[in-house]
């Protein structure tokens, strides 16, 4: 795998349950969702509807504007839908990998979509093969839907099913599960990743972000709980434990970076973590300067906070092309070195001449940083100090994340200083990791800060390469 200099997102996943017989499109409202849920996945999107206990899927490598359209949408028939935006943790970025998983067996048929990393995948799918199955992707994600069917088989009920499951899956996982009458979403019980509930004219929106739920013109009403399985059956909603009890460890970075800042996760908004962050930095690695600018988009809201804080004028120092996609959505260095400079030009105006603090939430190997320090210096920026809301990253995220094997982290190899000079930065700060800790336990979020402490709340895997499951034929 080629790694670039800024962390990837993992997955989004939407589902829209209505009862059988209502008169709602539900792939059209999933469409919306996914899109709004877009900066989440870029590889590869898919949608699984259920009309009247027939479940159909269609998906697809590309956005999710590339995959679908009016004609697409329009043969997707069904009241409830789940779906799928996809970057890869597990599995490579082909069309066989794209979600959802929809399975047909002895008794019945479902659909599966899954955000997040399991770290018992291997041993699973080896146990899964040596008994006859047979995988038709290299993700841990089809494993999830085979443990699902297995048990399903064994159980009553395929929610006593999923519950059962979940005491044999390990690692990060939200779920969606739509069998022909229920829609089910569990949650694992660390509580990993987010997963939110919303209600739409009666019906039941489930979502990885709150801000696909205010696209399809939804009400937020509140997180799955870790461990919690939800269960939408009729149109009446109801809940049951997993039976499985640990500390919360959601993942800090939703905050630093993955969510869109208008999202609200686990009651916190997005956009005033991010604000308390950037105070929290500037109280303890204030600079004199000129300005204060973020690096579009993640790093704005810090950008005001340390503003804000510090007393400096906010201002801009870049222009974004809105109309280019990700950087490492690019299959070459080269190419992702031209994307940023495309992706981001500086303000000549606004920059020449000045001292600025620069802040940007992260900073993985430091190549993306050092084109950016220097388009601002040949754009006339005086000074130009650096500041980063999240601490460094030491340790690689087995969890859903893809933070890259730790020889591959610029502050695993360089002190502080040493990575400032590398990116050309006149000075360079992180926010602690204490000062990370207090912002999101004060809101009552309890956090894993795994890839900056190396203290992983579950045991990570023997092989966390993203591409496990690709096997070659032996040449003798």
Do not use: W
Request: aromatic share 8%; with cysteine.
């Amino acid at each position: 795998m080629c790694f670039t200099d800024k962390l990837h997102e993992e997955c989004g996943v939407f589902g829209l349950a209505s009862p059988l017989g209502s008169d709602i499109h539900a792939a059209y409202e999933t469409f919306t969702g996914l899109f709004a849920l877009q900066h989440r996945g870029q590889e590869a999107c898919g949608i699984a509807v259920n009309d009247t206990g027939v479940i159909s899927c269609y998906k697809n490598t590309g956005m999710v504007l590339d995959v679908f359209n009016d004609e697409r949408l329009a043969s997707l028939k069904g009241t409830s839908a789940i779906g799928h935006v996809r970057y890869s943790t597990t599995g490579d970025d082909n069309a066989v990998n794209a979600q959802p998983i929809a399975v047909t067996h002895y008794k019945g048929n479902l659909a599966v979509t899954h955000n997040g990393n399991l770290t018992n995948a291997a041993e699973l799918r080896l146990l899964i093969e040596q008994d006859g199955g047979i995988f038709h992707s290299t993700t841990d994600s089809e494993t999830i839907a085979y443990t699902i069917v297995r048990e399903r088989l064994k159980s009553t009920s395929i929610e006593e099913a999923v519950r059962r499951s979940m005491h044999i899956i390990q690692g990060a996982y939200s779920l969606l599960v739509m069998s022909p009458r229920k829609m089910i979403a569990a949650r694992d019980p660390n509580g990993f990743r987010p997963l939110v509930i919303g209600t739409l004219d009666g019906n039941y929106i489930f979502a990885s972000e709150t801000c696909a739920i205010d696209a399809v013109g939804g009400t937020y009403l509140r997180d799955v709980k870790p461990g919690e399985i939800v269960i939408v059956e009729d149109g009446l909603i109801r809940s049951m434990h997993s039976g499985i009890e640990t500390p919360q460890t959601f993942c800090s970075f939703e905050y630093i970076y993955f969510s869109r800042p208008d999202s609200i996760l686990e009651g916190v908004g997005v956009d005033y973590a991010r604000r308390l962050m950037g105070r929290a930095l500037a109280k303890e690695s204030g600079v004199d300067a000129d300005m204060v600018a973020g690096v579009p988009d993640s790093g704005l809201s810090a950008a005001c906070g340390y503003a804000d804080e510090s007393g400096i004028p906010h201002g801009t120092a870049f222009i974004k092309n809105k109309y280019i996609g990700r950087t490492f959505i690019q299959p070459s260095q080269g190419q992702r070195e031209r994307s940023v400079n495309l992706k981001l030009n500086p303000l000549l105006s606004n920059v020449k001449g000045k001292r600025i603090v620069l802040i940007d939430d992260s900073i993985v190997r430091g190549t993306t940083s050092a084109r950016i320090v220097r388009s601002l210096r040949e754009a006339g920026a005086k000074e130009v100090h650096m500041r980063i809301s999240a601490p460094p990253f030491l340790y690689p995220c087995y969890f859903g994340t893809d933070v890259p094997d730790k020889k591959l982290l610029i502050a695993n190899n360089h002190t502080v200083q040493e990575t400032a000079e590398i990116i050309g930065a006149d000075s360079l700060a992180y926010l602690s990791e204490d000062a990370l800790k207090k912002i999101l336990n004060e809101a009552g979020v309890g956090v894993c800060t795994a890839c900056f402490s190396g203290n992983y709340p579950i045991e990570p895997p023997q092989d966390g390469c993203k591409n496990m499951f690709e096997k070659k034929i032996q040449v003798e």
